[in-house]
């Protein structure tokens, strides 16, 4: 015999229980969830200069403490309140696709909830000049709901409220690359002078071998044919 879904929460619930967890701490949020998560990016540094063609973009966004709830009785499982959804980041006003952040849903008591998360990613195809970045990261936390009475009630439907947390707005420069430009010139500079270098050594021996040759061609043509003189067969 299958069980219903309601008589499916109802064992969990009663396989919660007979590992010490409470009925009433499963189904009871105490407060309320008001705290924004920090955005803090490392890479760039504000105002400073950059000489790569290519700048990492690398940040940590930190869980506030209050997304976690802990168990009454049981501390060791923390209820989860908050969840990180996905990100994005606007360089030089331009808004990027989003990416999706692994975290753990609302209202959950998971073996382990991530206090902080780090990120890193390339900023290629960046002209020579000013730029300015900023990491928008956007999610939920757990405002009611989730509860009900007993196992013979449905469960109340989870209702959750936006949050958004932004970084500062990062400035940074990109220089000219001087120092790679320099070193490809110079390498393609070396490159030149060896080609100019073995062209001429080349030529220089052909004209040699070609030298030679045409003067045993006419040392050859300039020798009379000495001819032996005819034998006298008479007796």
């Not at 409470?22 to 890479?43: E, K, Y």
């Not at 940590?60 to 990180?84: A, Q, V, Y």
């Not at 936006?162 to 430009?181: D, R």
């Not at 071998?209 to 001819?227: E, F, G, M, N, V």
Request: hydrophobic share 35%.
């Amino acid at each position: 015999m299958a069980f219903t879904k309601t008589k499916t929460v109802c064992l969990t619930l009663i396989g919660l229980l007979a590992l010490g967890i409470p009925l009433a701490n499963l189904t009871t949020v105490t407060g309320t969830v008001s705290a924004v998560p920090i955005v803090s990016v490392d890479s760039p540094i504000q105002n400073h200069m950059y000489e790569e063609r290519e700048v990492w973009l690398n940040f940590t966004i930190i869980r506030p403490d209050s997304w976690t709830e802990p168990t009454i009785g049981n501390p060791i499982l923390p209820r989860n309140l908050g969840k990180f959804t996905h990100l994005t980041c606007i360089v030089d006003g331009i808004k990027s696709e989003n990416v999706t952040v692994d975290d753990n849903d609302v209202h959950t008591i998971p073996l382990s909830i991530k206090k902080t998360f780090n990120f890193s990613f390339p900023l290629t195809d960046l002209s020579t000049g000013e730029h300015s970045i900023q990491v928008i990261v956007y999610g939920e936390v757990y405002v009611s709901g989730g509860t009900h009475k007993n196992c013979d009630d449905p469960v109340s439907p989870i209702v959750t409220s936006p949050v958004i947390a932004n970084s500062s707005i990062i400035n940074f420069t990109l220089g000219s690359s001087t120092k790679s430009s320099s070193g490809q010139n110079q390498a393609t500079s070396a490159d030149n002078l060896i080609g100019i270098i073995s062209g001429v050594v080349i030529s220089i021996s052909i004209l040699m071998a070609l030298t030679i040759y045409l003067k045993k061609h006419k040392r050859t043509k300039d020798t009379p044919l000495i001819r032996s003189p005819p034998v006298d067969n008479t007796i």
